[in-house]
C-alpha cells in the first residue's frame, strides 16, 4: 500500500515526533477519529493531513494498524516498518489459538481479534506478533513465559481467567519468540498443542514436535536423525502414531502433546539428540525439502531496549 507522501518540512529522523506526526497524518487520510488525548505530534499531522491529503477508504487491517501504531506510539513502543496492514492480513486467523473460539471484530466484546507480542521484550516487528481474542490478549499482558507455564503446569492457578490447556495454548505461542531472546536457551522445550499461526517464530524443539504431526515428517526425522538414534526415533514415531490413532476425528492432533507419558519420550529423546544435533537435522530437513518455515530477524525487535524507541 502506498501511502501519501509527507510535506518536506517534516523531520527525516526516526524519533517520536516524526513518528507521531505519521499516525496523525494517516488518521486524517484515512479518516479516523482524533483520539482526544492525542499528543501534540499526532494533531499536527492530523491538521495537515486534513489540509493536503486526499482521503482513502479504509479496512479493519488499516485501522488495526493505525491504532497499534498508535497505542506503541504512547507508550514509547517500537513498530517496525515490517509491520504493514498488508502484513496483519497474513497473520490474520478466524479463530483465537488461546480459547479456541471464534474472533469478532469491533463489537466491544473480548472476543474481538486484537494483536499482541508474543516477545515481551520486543517490539512490534515481523515475527513478533500473533493475532489472539481481546480476552487472551489482556490476560496475558506482561507475563513471562515461566509465569504462563506455572498456569499451564504447575501450581499456580486460573483464578477462573484461562483454563490449564488455554494456558498450555499461550505457552506454546510464544515459546519461540521467547527463546530468540538471549536470557532463556534454546534447549527449552514446550509442549507444542497448537497448530502454530502464520509467522510466528518456532525453537527447533517445537519445530520438531510440528514434524512429528505428519507421516512425512516423521519420515523425514527417521531418515535424517542421526545413526546412533535411529532405533529412538522410531520408537518415538510409533508412540505418535498410537496417539494419533486414538484421538477424536474432529480433535486437533496437536493435542497429542497433552499426554504426560508422550512428551516425556519426545523429551528423552530431544535431550540425546541435543540442539546442535536438532538444529543441523531440521536445517538438512529444509535443505531437502523446505519446511517453508520464516527466518525471523530479531534485529528488528529492539531487544536491547526491551521494545523502547530510544531517541
Not at 31 to 41: H, T, V, W, Y
Not at 55 to 80: C, E, F, G, H, Q
Not at 113 to 129: C, I, M, P, T
Request: with cysteine; aromatic share 10%; net charge positive.
Amino acid at each position: 500500500m502506498k501511502l501519501p507522501a509527507l510535506p518536506s518540512n517534516v523531520p527525516t529522523s526516526l524519533d517520536h515526533s516524526k513518528i507521531g506526526f505519521e499516525i496523525g497524518w494517516d488518521m486524517a487520510v484515512y479518516r479516523l477519529a482524533l483520539p482526544e488525548d492525542a499528543g501534540r505530534e499526532i494533531k499536527d499531522g492530523y491538521r495537515e493531513g486534513n489540509q493536503r491529503a486526499h482521503s482513502k477508504r479504509s479496512d479493519r487491517y488499516v485501522r488495526k494498524w493505525i491504532r497499534l501504531r498508535y497505542n506503541a506510539w504512547s507508550r514509547n513502543r517500537l513498530v517496525d516498518e515490517t509491520v504493514t496492514p498488508a502484513f496483519l492480513k497474513k497473520i490474520d486467523v478466524p479463530v483465537c489459538p488461546i480459547t479456541l473460539n471464534t474472533l469478532t471484530h469491533s463489537t466491544g466484546n473480548e472476543s474481538d481479534w486484537s494483536v499482541d507480542r508474543l516477545n515481551n521484550n520486543g517490539g512490534y516487528a515481523f515475527g513478533n506478533l500473533a493475532v489472539m481474542s481481546t480476552k487472551a490478549n489482556l490476560i496475558k499482558w506482561s507475563m513471562r513465559l515461566d509465569e504462563i507455564m506455572d498456569r499451564a503446569y504447575g501450581k499456580a492457578t486460573s483464578a477462573g481467567e484461562l483454563s490449564r490447556f488455554e494456558w498450555a495454548r499461550m505457552a506454546a505461542l510464544i515459546a519461540g519468540a521467547c527463546t530468540i531472546d538471549s536470557s532463556l536457551k534454546n534447549s527449552l522445550v514446550v509442549p507444542m498443542v497448537l497448530h502454530p499461526p502464520p509467522h510466528t517464530p518456532l525453537s527447533a524443539p517445537l519445530l520438531m514436535q510440528c514434524l512429528l504431526m505428519s507421516r512425512r515428517g516423521r519420515k523425514l526425522i527417521k531418515q535424517f536423525c542421526p545413526q546412533e538414534l535411529g532405533q529412538q526415533s522410531t520408537k518415538l514415531c510409533r508412540s505418535v502414531e498410537k496417539k494419533l490413532e486414538r484421538l477424536e476425528f474432529d480433535c486437533s492432533h496437536f493435542t497429542v502433546w497433552h499426554n504426560p507419558m508422550l512428551f516425556q519420550k519426545y523429551c528423552e529423546f530431544y535431550e540425546y539428540l541435543g540442539d546442535e544435533r536438532a538444529a543441523d537435522m531440521i536445517e538438512q530437513i529444509n535443505h531437502s525439502f523446505s519446511l517453508k518455515c520464516d527466518r525471523i530477524n530479531s534485529n528488528n525487535w529492539a531487544l536491547d531496549s526491551n521494545g523502547y524507541l530510544i531517541e
